[in-house]
């Protein structure tokens, strides 16, 4: 089946919040605590440290607001 740009945009944000959220809850679950292990420094600043998780879960959300705000859409709509 055909998914319309917007769907499958919509789609693959959706699935990568929801496949972060459950990384996160595995990890919650099975060791007691989500695992960060990401630590990023540039310079003196130090940034938050995160997982692939929360990575997708940011990733998502990204892409879920660029889809709700139609950006990307070039056909023009026809009634």
């Given at each position: 089946?055909?998914?319309a740009h917007h769907q499958l945009a919509a789609r693959v944000?959706?699935?990568?919040?929801?496949?972060?959220?459950?990384g996160n809850l595995m990890d919650?679950?099975?060791?007691?605590a989500v695992v960060?292990?990401?630590d990023?420094?540039?310079?003196?600043y130090h940034f938050w440290?995160?997982?692939?998780?929360d990575s997708?879960?940011?990733i998502g959300v990204a892409i879920?607001?660029?889809?709700?705000?139609?950006l990307g859409s070039h056909a023009s709509k026809t009634v």
């Open positions: 089946a055909q998914l944000g959706l699935s990568l919040i929801l496949g972060g959220a459950a919650r679950v099975l060791i007691g960060d292990f990401v990023v420094f540039w310079r003196d440290a995160f997982n692939v998780a997708a879960i940011t879920m607001i660029l889809d709700m705000l139609g």
